[in-house]
């Protein structure tokens, strides 16, 4: 454990890190507030800081600047909670009570405003297809040899997917729509594998395909990236801005990271904790979105490791409180 004269010194140096992106010099922190020893004390407490891995200097005549375990201490042992300012706050209000419409148009909008509050890339994980309760399922022909079954969840998603039918009469669609709904409305996209046979040999191969199509959007990944390009200037080099937007493309990747992460019960990642290669310059701030107490959902902001924690923290964290509030009520 640090002493408390170490501890205030790399509370200052991260500080200044994060506001300036520039190595911090042993003057400078010793005109910080509450350091009050010399430039010379500053300088031999910093050198020993960088022995026991807290710091490092990226130049001999260059400041120092922070590891990934000087930003871990400082996360775990000094960043007072944040709190965001009132505009910020009313600005979360007031997106969330205009939030209506489709749930993916709102998890899309919802990574916007992450993004934009925190300026680093935002993640927003929706619930999988399979936990949403359907409200209402329809089967509407497109030719002789098509049809589209359409389902429309009580969260405000909809979804449709084209499927192949014999050359069979409309009341023969008609019957294997109202059996799909009969079997599924009310329930879950989980139950597809248990929907009762309905007795007709024509219904019940619609159906059938009906429920193949859908078992695939039962296990499709709701994800949504804004603020990419915003991220992306946060690196000086190409190669790191190369593979961080190359990463957050692969929706697999970005998926698995977040569910990690929170799986982990951790709230924070940073640099090569998350075990993420490519984003090892990146640290991650998650919090999980919550439903009647059922873990539904995630969202995070993903930065450079000399992010503004405090500020991160406290916007994800009101963002899926407000999230998991807004999918409750359905």
Do not use: W
Not at 170 to 175: F, K, R, V
Not at 236 to 253: G, I, K, M, P, S
Request: aromatic fraction near 4%.
């Amino acid at each position: 454990m640090l002493d408390d004269r170490k501890t205030a010194i790399l509370s200052a140096v991260v500080n200044e890190y994060i506001t300036t992106a520039q190595p911090v010099g042993s003057q400078h922190i010793a005109t910080a507030p509450g350091i009050g020893v010399s430039s010379a004390t500053v300088r031999n407490e910093m050198a020993v800081l960088e022995q026991e891995g807290y710091l490092t200097q990226p130049h001999t005549s260059a400041g120092r600047i922070p590891t990934d375990k000087g930003y871990r201490f400082f996360v775990d042992h000094l960043a007072a909670p944040g709190r965001l300012d009132t505009a910020s706050q009313q600005r979360i209000g007031d997106f969330f009570a205009a939030a209506h419409g489709r749930l993916e148009e709102m998890l899309h909008h919802t990574s916007d405003l992450l993004a934009g509050l925190t300026r680093s890339a935002a993640v927003v994980l929706g619930p999988p297809a399979e936990s949403a309760s359907i409200r209402g399922v329809q089967l509407v022909r497109l030719s002789s040899l098509t049809a589209t079954v359409v389902v429309v969840f009580a969260s405000g998603s909809v979804d449709n997917e084209v499927i192949e039918i014999d050359d069979v009469s409309d009341a023969t669609l008609a019957a294997a729509g109202a059996h799909l709904a009969a079997s599924l409305q009310g329930g879950t996209l989980a139950a597809l594998d248990r929907m009762p046979r309905s007795g007709d040999a024509a219904v019940d191969a619609i159906c059938a395909a009906a429920a193949q199509a859908l078992g695939h959007t039962a296990t499709d990944d709701h994800v949504y990236v804004g603020g990419a390009s915003t991220v992306a200037q946060a690196f000086d080099a190409v190669d790191v801005v190369r593979q961080v937007l190359l990463t957050l493309e692969q929706q697999f990747v970005v998926v698995s990271l977040v569910r990690d992460i929170v799986d982990r019960g951790m709230s924070v990642a940073i640099g090569v904790e998350h075990g993420v290669e490519p984003l090892s310059a990146c640290s991650v701030v998650v919090a999980p979105v919550v439903v009647d107490g059922e873990h539904l959902g995630s969202v995070g902001v993903l930065g450079p490791t000399r992010m503004n924690y405090p500020l991160a923290l406290a916007t994800v964290d009101i963002v899926s409180d407000r999230l998991g509030k807004r999918l409750g009520e359905g």
